[in-house]
Nanobody, 122 residues
Framework: QVQLVESGGGLVQAGGSLRLSCAAS????????MGWYRQAPGKQRELVANITSGGSTNYGDSVKGRFTISRDGAKNTVYLQMNRLKPEDTAVYYC????????????????WGQGTQVTVSS
């Protein structure tokens, strides 16, 4: 069974920082990219950031310059360092990964974590 397990969410004051982690486990034999999306109440899910296996990164416009995504390939883990948080960053943050899984057809698929709540108070 493939799992994406997130951690690191919580409550923080505006201007503060949080670090999210997401670890992928299961019969994985390759990962194309990993990333983070978020969904606030009443809004659509949006891209926060993603990172490819080669290290290329992509950020949503609202987080550029404040958030940094990184990845530990050996641990199948992706991190999101969030600085200078704003109340509008409040949302459930979801980890996403495109991975190759053994004994699954098709082997390549997109997977989601269960989500972690980030709340930024003003």
């Amino acid at each position: 069974q493939v799992q994406l397990v997130e951690s690191g969410g919580g409550l923080v004051q505006a201007g503060g920082s949080l670090r999210l982690s997401c670890a992928a486990s299961g019969m994985i034999f390759g990962i194309n990219h990993m990333g983070w999306y978020r969904q606030a109440p009443g809004k659509q899910r949006e891209l926060v950031a993603n990172i490819t296996s080669g290290g290329s990164t992509n950020y949503g416009d609202s987080v550029k310059g404040r958030f940094t995504i990184s990845r530990d390939g050996a641990k199948n883990t992706v991190y999101l360092q969030m600085n200078r948080l704003k109340p509008e960053d409040t949302a459930v943050y979801y980890c996403n990964a495109e991975m190759y899984i053994r004994n699954v057809v098709p082997a390549l698929g997109a997977y989601w974590g269960q989500g972690t709540q980030v709340t930024v108070s003003s």
